[in-house]
């Protein structure tokens, strides 16, 4: 029961503007992402506002306020328990162009991990060509690497433009799916507790690691650098993200020093790996458009610097992308949840 109206208001008034503060940040910014902490707040603050609202149904006069205070309860309510909002929400451009890279930085040290591991592989794999030339043929298991660069390279540039005529989408859409599947194995061989994934990387760093150095030692610098770059420059990195999940869910899996529950543990990285792996599956998909339609071009239809060129152009962008969108909102939710 309120005895005194006035005081009520006056000390109940902060917890209505700590709430409303909370659901109009999360209304500005779907991406929003709650810690424990503060949803518990969250609940908490919702049901002092609902208690309250129950104790105003007695006061006729206040009539404006309970409105305030209804409008609040029931956006509240939204949030917490009607899951279909959120899915309504869903912005996908929002999602690729912020929720992407936030995930990224926010586990960048499973991909920095991941990207040692692939790089131990690339020094192995050219170790290995570099003792023994004869290893070439345990080391790619792919038919079309196994001969002499520079016939390969003879065989290219004598054609130019490759044979792929009205097979090109479908090239270009085997080359995403092949891609995509070895990067959900990857990411999936986490249950291994990231062993497997470890192993994965390692071995493509060998494969990597090997063909460069055939190519280089054969003077097909300038032709491996045309070829592989275009596409490579965005099919690695995903790779690595991939890789990045994987690790992510192995030490999830492993828990450390973390008390709580395996099932709570997952709870609270899968939308972290669902993102991740679906800019994984974004970024597959343009390295293959890539691959079919600019990589395959060689010298004389596509000179060697273009292509280079146009790599490096690629990694500049994706590396910005990763390090920099995005940034500028999670600054500024942290600000807000200071303030609040």
Known sequence: MIVDLEKFIG?????????????????????????????????????????????????AAESELKLYLEALVSKGFCEIHDHRSTLQRFNPVR?????????????????????????????????????????????????????????????????????????????????????????????????TLGMGTLILLFYNGVLLGAVAMDYIHAGQTSFLLGWLLPHGVIEIPAILVAGQAGLLLGSTLMGGQDCLTL????RRIVPDLTTLMGGVALMLVWAGIVEAFFSQYHEPVLPYALKIAFGALELTALTLFLSRSGSMDSASEGRSARAS
Not at 105 to 113: S, V
Not at 263 to 266: K, Q
Request: net charge positive.
């Open 11 to 59: 000390n109940q008034r902060q917890v209505w503007k700590e709430l409303e503060e909370v659901l109009g940040r999360i209304e500005r910014n779907p991406s929003t992402r709650l810690d424990l902490d503060q949803i518990k707040r969250l609940h908490l603050l919702y049901g002092i506002t609902s208690a309250d609202l129950a104790r105003l149904q007695g006061f």
């Open 263 to 266: 099932s709570h543990r997952l």
């Open 95 to 191: 999602w690729a162009t912020r929720s992407f890279p936030q995930a990224f930085r926010a586990r960048a040290g499973a991909f920095w991990i991941a990207s040692a591991v692939m790089l131990f592989g690339c020094f192995f794999g050219v170790l290995m060509l570099s003792i023994d030339p004869e290893a070439k043929e345990a080391l790619m298991p792919f038919e079309q690497l196994l001969g002499d660069p520079s016939e390969r390279v003879a065989r290219e540039e004598l054609k130019g433009n490759p044979d792929l005529g009205a097979n090109k989408p479908v090239f270009s859409s085997t080359l995403m799916t092949h891609n995509i599947r070895v990067s959900i194995l990857c990411m999936a061989m986490g249950v």
